[in-house]
């Protein structure tokens, strides 16, 4: 059996699914299987995947269930010691599984490697963004609670046990299913980190303002189920990880923003956060969201 199981989701990824999974082929640690789920595509995904020439490749063809689903066969199909999950759009680097397995390895104890994430556009193939420098590890469930310090599902490397322990991907969630599954993963489980840059999450220049909203609802769906889960000791958090929830928003509707509408949506978030923890004036990233929305404001006031 192979060390690691790498799950690849693909719907309709005809245009990136090729550089993903050369991203893969390419690592340094070559134990691995890696489980395409073909999640319903009607493009040219299936027929792409069915040349590549590499024994370690299972393809698995379904009706559309969604991300959620999709990772959740590929977790039926793994056979590692050790899952990782890839987006069908987005890369590591070379080094991403051989950093992460040596840091499990290292830590008996930990169920659950991370590395660092940066953004990209496609079209330019230029770093648009990195994340900043995260070293939590052990108990990592507070803070988690205030973020998704993982930032995409494309980053950790989990051991099978740790999965089989909490349970797979909620299917109802539209959006941060990965992060409610880290949150249950971190319940239990304590983490380690690899201070390394090795995600690169593919960010489409399209905008994508429609999808803030459902994402809003997902994320306040995970807060308050984990809130309703976990001791007291850790609710003296729930202002602060529902402010950071607002603030995210906040950002997704600056980025995206095309009109007063979206850009005002921007401001009613920024409002809700600061209510619900005033202290998130006194953040450098709460300070200059602001500085950005009133930029934005301006902006569209003009055009």
């Not at 803070?143 to 980053?155: E, P, Y």
């Not at 999965?163 to 909620?170: A, L, R, T």
């Not at 956060?273 to 404001?297: E, M, S, V």
Request: one cysteine or more; proline letters at 4%.
């Amino acid at each position: 059996m192979p060390a690691i199981s790498v799950v690849i989701p693909a719907y309709n990824a005809e245009g990136t699914i090729l550089e993903t999974i050369a991203s893969v082929q390419q690592q340094t640690f070559s134990d691995f299987e890696l489980i395409v789920i073909n999640d319903g595509s009607t493009d040219g995904t299936l027929e792409l995947l069915q040349g590549i020439k590499d024994k370690r490749l299972r393809i698995f063809s379904y009706e559309n269930g969604g991300l959620p689903v999709a990772r959740n066969r590929g977790i039926t199909h793994a056979t590692g010691e050790f899952i990782a999950f890839l987006d069908a759009d987005d890369l590591w680097t070379l080094d991403k599984l051989e950093l992460q397995l040596a840091a499990l390895q290292q830590h008996p104890e930990a169920g659950v490697a991370y590395s660092w994430t940066s953004d990209f556009v496609d079209e330019q193939k230029e770093t648009l963004y990195s994340y900043e420098p995260i070293f939590f590890e052990g108990n990592v469930l507070p803070h988690l609670l205030v973020k998704n310090f993982l930032a995409s599902g494309s980053n950790p490397l989990i051991r099978k046990e740790a999965i089989e322990s909490v349970g797979e991907f909620d299917p109802t969630l539209k959006s941060c299913e990965d992060w409610d599954f880290y949150l249950r993963l971190a319940a239990k489980w304590q983490f380690v980190v690899v201070p390394k840059w090795q995600i690169l999450y593919r960010r489409s220049s399209t905008s994508m303002s429609s999808k803030v909203e459902i994402m809003e609802t997902a994320a306040l769906t995970v807060l308050e189920r984990a809130f309703q889960a976990i001791s007291m000791e850790y609710q003296y958090l729930k202002p602060q990880s529902f402010a950071w929830a607002f603030h995210y928003c906040a950002q997704q509707y600056l980025r995206y923003a095309t009109n007063l509408s979206e850009v005002n949506q921007a401001g009613k978030r920024i409002w809700k956060a600061i209510r619900l923890y005033p202290k998130i004036l006194f953040r450098r990233g709460a300070q200059a969201l602001i500085l950005w929305f009133i930029k934005r404001w301006i902006m569209v006031q003009i055009t």
